[in-house]
């Protein structure tokens, strides 16, 4: 098995269903110092001169790679693993999804730089709040609370409207919407000094659902599978349509692939 | 990651030379040959990991106009994720974004958790209105108390109701029935404020005053026009579900002077110059008919066949035959036969060959283009005869009720009973009381709509007016154009009772605040609405425990305040709300609750009830079947319904001649004893004789003038504005980039790099927009998506207050960005009653703050 995900530039439309499909499903929280924790993201570009002006909007995510840098990268944590176990936090599994063990993860932050991950960013700028810029990997500081949102006690008129420790817990959850999968290295909301990325939604498509940025999309642009299963949807369209991969000249070969373009005007 | 200019070409133009030739599509394939996965890492399995558990429930979005059917994802009581109902027709089980918006609204920690009474008398913006929390029953005894006064004193008129969003069955219970039994003519919906100059095309045209309907599915050519559908107006999921499909056999156009969502993905794109869509949608309707491209099938033809339709002459009127249509060579004469593409090039600024061609191409795929015309071409001075020129053009193509529909009429549904004898004589004297409305004015004839944004102008003149203002799920002070205007009447009210879900500006004057449901996850309503072809009612059921003390505005808190009017010597609301019972049971209810229930129960009885067997779906047995289908959807719409002289209209004929028009203007010229020509006069148009009842250019006005005001401002809306009630979300500032050219966190106006340079003015500069009616200051870019000479900013930013993330300091009333509303003018279609807010109307200078 071989899962993999193409993206129909043809077909999205840029609306952003699946980037919150993605937050509310794995409970990222919101940005801050540079981390995104936006497992789902968008590449968004204008270019030409008034009036031939052409907008494109890219969909991106981790591209769960076959070469992925973040594995090499990654120090893990040898010791805490134990004498001749697998140590790296991040690990391919038998079903090519580059997945995370949040045990083994040391907070370093090695992969999220240049030789980790080259869609990645140590710390994303202003470019990333138009599109400019992303990241796969955000990091949990250490010391840091995961969802500071949830935990202000400040109220806007006191007594009179609530606060997002007062929601979390009149709701009884760590936060209100929270999305309770049940994990096994990969918890549904994250803890401080690990990273944490896109599991091609693990919980869900081991057992027998699709990814939730693919299930809610109205344009259904995502099209997600076993690249292997030659009656899979994926690997038909691979075989027959012009398909093009970001950063081929990494050599990260990336098992997300795009097809199609955004903007019918050349 | 930084993308590279060779992966954007690739992406958006994407050159047969580099898909055929690349070495990296060649790599990516001998890769997929290779079989199984061959990398240097060794595969570890993970340990097991389980999808959430919990039950998908049936709900209805309303965060735009179309009120989709939708599921939420409730586990152990809570909302966690949306997606469209399975079983809706309209949108394939698929929301858009605002849908997936529902659960962070829901636990918005700045919500209003119980009902609070202001303590500080003054108020203005910025004044802190030092709420404190009260009982509910401490509230309703108040706002009761001071309605009874009005009763007591012999002027319940002066009782003034503004609704915001609504329940389009459950507002009878308040908009419907509150005023007329109280005694007061003064209400308003906030509907004049939103869209309702568009339906002045389809009204005087066709006869048909709402909005539309398009089959997709069919459509060959689809033009957008002033609307931007992949993000706003109607049907968003139905069209992102469609528009590839279009765009892949056929044409897609998009009339906008922004580059919108459309825009960017259409073959052609028409940035028009605010304002001169008449004059565009003119010349298209000259090329069509002097080029004889018209539906001989719906338009008729010349009775010996050749074309008379020469630019600059008149024709004969008998020497055409119309079919299905009325007026064509009355509209040639009086306005096509001038409207050439050099004139439409010198109007609009679009090219005049590329006029012909999108014309060509209209009439190419004649019946089967659907122009799909929005507020963006009619919400303006004048925009009544722009929506007829743009809606005329389906005319001319035969796309009327083939793929451009009124709409299908919905499920059966129980009415409410008759309130009749629950009016009394004091309610009937107060009920022709208007004093806060201008609709039927000499200058004002509102044909369509009350200019709800007029009230404070009459509250300013008459401050007794108005004693007891009761509003809800509404923020005008925002999203009324002229914004200011409404800080400053609201302060002159002495008692406001705010219905609302979070301390918005408008609460900011209210003297008593109820929190609201938010009703897609916590109340309990039955919507109804209509797109693809059908209509359905769709349920609103609470599956979630409320985190909160919000109740239901239409139907849990008037049921409160009916009893306590009752108490205090009122009963008729209260005796009128126990009128309506159970369709089981047959009893009313007997608290806020049940009667949410037994309301929604009661309107839905016929379609689960088992009495009578409705077109559309299969039957539903039983309440509990209905509850988890949650949704009904009627039968689909007939094709070609108003053919055969079946249009609602004067001549029963799809008019581009509107006697249909003629008569409602000349109804009004006679009530004021005066000429048709008076009145368009009067009211701001330029039309006279004839011309004034065919869709026509009226050149497009300006308040400021282009010395002192140089910048065409035009507000457009955000996909993923839940109309003004979605800011104070981080995910919607974090995702506001899927704006074109908006930037999340963040506020831009857009400006064309050609005038940054000129005014040496660069993106992220902090400029100050001033228009007459007041200036805000936001964050510039620099952008080629706006034509020079033009500024572009996005509606729903600004917020004074409402909360944490939509207002940087909401202590100190400080906005993240700024809302157009303080700087666009306020203003009217008059005809129509609805308020201005696009074509250009409102000139602003830039200079850096």
Redesign the interface.
């Known amino acids: 098995m ?1 899962l993999g995900m193409v993206i ?4 999205c ?5 699946c ?3 993605c ?3 794995n409970n990222t929280r ?2 801050a110092d540079g981390q ?1 924790y ?1 497992w789902a993201d ?10 031939n ?6 969909p ?1 995510l981790c591209n769960h790679c ?3 840098p973040c ?2 990268i990654c120090p893990g944590n040898p010791e805490k693993a134990g004498k001749g176990k ?1 140590y790296r936090a991040l ?4 079903e ?2 580059t ?1 995370h ?1 949040p045990e083994l993860c040391v907070g370093c932050g090695d992969c999220q730089r240049a030789r980790g991950c ?4 140590e710390k994303l700028g202003p ?8 990241s ?1 990997i955000s990091l949990n500081p250490a010391e840091d609370e995961a969802q500071p ?2 935990v ?1 006690k ?1 109220s ?2 006191p ?6 420790a ?2 979390s817990a ?4 760590r936060i ?11 918890q ?1 909301i994250r803890s401080d000094d690990v990273i944490e990325k896109c599991t091609f939604c ?3 498509v ?2 027998g ?1 699709q990814p ?1 940025c693919v ?6 642009a995502r099209i997600f599978g076993d ?2 299963d030659p009656n899979s949807k994926i ?1 038909q369209i ?2 027959k349509e ?8 990494k050599g990260t ?1 990336p098992n997300v ?2 097809v ?7 | 990651m930084r993308l590279t200019r060779r992966e954007f070409i690739r992406a958006s133009a994407a050159s047969a030379a580099w898909m055929l030739g690349g070495s990296a599509l060649a790599a990516a394939q001998a890769k997929r040959k290779a079989g199984p996965v061959k990398n240097a890492f060794v595969p570890r399995k993970a340990r097991p990991s389980t999808p959430a558990k919990g039950e998908w429930v049936a709900s209805t979005c309303q965060g735009c106009t179309q009120w989709c059917a939708i599921q939420m994802f409730v586990q152990g009581g809570r909302i966690t994720r949306v997606r469209g109902n399975e079983f809706s027709k309209s949108n394939h089980g698929y929301c858009c974004p605002r849908g997936h918006l529902i659960p962070q609204m829901t636990y918005d920690p700045d919500r209003i958790k119980v009902p609070m009474k202001r303590t500080n008398a003054a108020k203005g913006r910025g004044i802190d209105p030092k709420f404190v929390p009260i009982s509910w029953d401490e509230a309703i005894t108040i706002v009761a108390d001071k309605m009874i006064q009005l009763r007591t004193a012999g002027e319940p008129e002066k009782l003034l109701y503004l609704r915001g969003r609504y329940g389009p069955i459950t507002q009878d219970l308040l908009y419907g029935t509150l005023p007329k039994i109280f005694g007061t003519g003064n209400y308003f919906s906030h509907s004049a404020i939103c869209a309702e100059a568009e339906k002045m095309g389809p009204r005087f045209t066709q006869g048909y005053a709402g909005y539309r309907d398009y089959d997709l599915e069919k459509t060959n050519c689809l033009v957008l026009w002033g609307t931007d559908p992949l993000a706003s107006n109607r049907q968003v999921p139905n069209t992102i579900h469609r528009f590839h499909e279009i765009v892949a056999r056929g044409a897609v156009i998009t009339v906008d002077p922004r580059l919108s969502n459309a825009a960017a993905k259409s073959h052609e794109w028409l940035p028009v110059k605010p304002g001169t869509d008449g004059a565009l949608a003119g010349a298209i309707a000259h090329v069509i008919l002097a080029e004889g491209l018209w539906n001989r099938e719906f338009v008729g033809d010349f009775k010996d066949g050749k074309n008379l339709f020469v630019a600059g002459s008149t024709v004969a009127e008998d020497a055409f035959v119309e079919k299905e249509t009325s007026g064509l060579v009355k509209w040639w004469n009086l306005e096509l036969k001038d409207r050439t593409p050099a004139f439409g090039e010198k109007e609009s600024g679009i090219p005049a060959d590329q006029i012909v061609r999108v014309a060509r191409t209209m009439a190419k795929h004649g019946p089967t283009t659907a122009v799909w015309m929005g507020p963006g071409a009619a919400m303006w001075p004048r925009g009544t005869y722009a929506a007829m020129a743009v809606y005329a053009l389906n005319g001319l193509l035969g796309s009327i009720d083939v793929v451009v529909w009124e709409g299908a009429s919905g499920p059966k549904l129980n009415k409410f009973p008759s309130k009749d004898s629950f009016i009394d004589e004091l309610a009937k004297k107060g009920s022709k009381n208007h004093v806060t409305s201008n609709r039927g004015h000499k200058d004002m004839p509102g044909l369509q709509t009350s200019s709800v944004n007029n009230v404070p102008n009459e509250i300013l003149k008459n401050p007794g007016a108005v004693k007891v203002l009761l509003s809800t799920f509404s923020n005008f002070n925002h999203s009324g154009t002229g914004a200011d205007r409404w800080n400053q009447a609201l302060s002159k009210i002495p008692f406001f009772a705010h219905m609302v879900t979070n301390p918005s500006e408008m609460t900011q004057f209210a003297d008593i605040v109820l929190p609201s449901t938010h009703n897609s996850s916590e109340g309990w309503n039955i919507v109804t609405n209509m797109s693809n072809g059908y209509a359905y009612a769709s349920i609103q059921q609470n599956p979630i425990k409320r985190v909160f003390e919000g109740k239901q505005e239409e139907t849990e808190v008037m049921w409160l305040l009916a009893q306590k009017l009752k108490a205090k010597g009122f009963p008729n609301l209260a005796d009128y709300y126990d009128t309506i019972k159970d369709p089981e049971t047959g009893k009313s209810a007997s608290n806020e609750l049940e009667f949410a229930e037994l309301v929604v129960r009661f309107i839905s009885a016929p379609i689960w009830d088992g009495k009578e067997v409705q077109k559309g779906d299969a039957p539903i047995k039983g309440w509990a079947e209905f509850k988890a289908r949650g949704m009904f959807s009627g039968a689909r719409y007939p094709l070609k319904k108003g053919w055969g002289g079946k249009f609602k209209t004067e001549t029963k004929k799809f008019e581009f001649y509107s006697a249909t028009l003629k008569k409602a203007l000349d109804g009004h010229a006679k009530k004021h004893e005066t000429t048709v020509d008076d009145i368009l006069a009067v009211s701001g148009y330029t039309a006279k004789g004839d011309l004034a009842f065919v869709p026509h250019y009226e050149v497009p006005k300006r308040h400021g003038s282009m010395e002192e005001f140089p910048f065409t401002f035009i507000d457009y809306k955000s996909r993923l504005n839940r109309e003004g009630r979605s800011q104070n979300l981080p995910w919607y500032q974090e995702f506001k980039k899927v704006d074109p050219g908006d930037v999340s966190w963040g506020d831009v106006v857009k400006m064309n790099p050609a005038d940054g340079a000129k005014l040496g003015l660069k993106t992220g500069d902090k400029v100050t927009i001033t228009s007459q009616a007041g200036s805000i200051t936001t964050e510039l870019k620099l952008w080629e998506g706006v034509r020079p000479g033009t500024v572009a900013k996005c509606y729903g930013q600004g917020h004074w207050a409402y909360g944490r993330v939509a207002s940087r300091d909401y202590a100190k009333a400080v906005a993240l960005g700024a809302n157009n509303n303080e700087i666009l003018v306020d203003d009217y279609d008059r005809l129509s009653g609805a308020t201005a807010r696009n074509g250009g109307f409102t000139g602003v200078r830039i200079t850096k703050a």
């Not at chain 1, 690990?91 to 038998?94: E, H, I, V």
Request: charged share 20%; net charge positive.
């Open positions: 071989k129909d530039l043809g077909r439309v840029g609306c952003g269903a980037a919150f499909a937050k509310a499903e919101n940005r995104s936006n968008f590449l968004i570009h204008s270019e030409g001169t008034f009036p002006t052409r907008h494109m909007v890219m991106v076959d070469e992925p594995i090499t697998p690990f391919k599994t038998p090519g999804i997945l063990n080259p869609y990645s960013h470019s990333s709040l138009n599109g400019e810029t992303y796969v949102f949830w202000d400040a806007a008129i007594g009179g409207t609530s606060s997002g007062e929601v009149k709701v009884g959850t209100p919407a929270m999305n309770a999968w049940q994990g096994g290295e990969l549904p693990y919980h869900r081991t057992n659902l939730a299930e809610v999309c109205p344009s259904q690249q292997q690997s691979l075989k012009k398909t093009f991969r970001l950063k081929e000249e070969k692939y795009y199609g373009k955004y903007s019918p005007r050349a």
